[in-house]
Every structure is written in C-alpha cells, then in structure tokens.
C-alpha cells in the first residue's frame, strides 16, 4: 500500500476514536451559531443586492 495512503488511513482512524457524539446542549448551541451565521451572510448578501439595485436604477 501506498505510504501517504497509509498514514492518511491511521490517521483517519485515530480522529475517529478521539470524537465523541455531542450532547444535547452541545448540539443545540452548534445548530443555533449555524443558523445565526446563516442569516448573517444571507442579510449581507440582501442588503449587497439591494445597494447594487438602487445604485443601478439611478
């Protein structure tokens, strides 16, 4: 087998043994930090569009 294919596949397995599932609490903060990035981006990327709209019909 191939060397670095090797060690990716070790190495694949050691990060595999270290996670863990997480908690309730855990993941009910992951979910809401994701939401809240997710409407950031999506509100900048809205109010570009609309900068972009006005700045065009001028």
């Known amino acids: 087998m191939y060397p670095r294919l090797k060690s990716f596949i070790i190495e694949c397995k050691r990060v595999l043994r270290i996670t863990k599932k997480p ?8 979910v809401k930090v994701s939401g809240l990035g997710i409407l950031v981006i999506g509100m900048i ?9 006005l700045l065009l019909r001028v």
């Open 23 to 30: 908690d309730n609490t855990e993941f009910k903060n992951i």
């Open 45 to 53: 990327g809205f109010l570009i569009q609309l900068v972009r709209t």
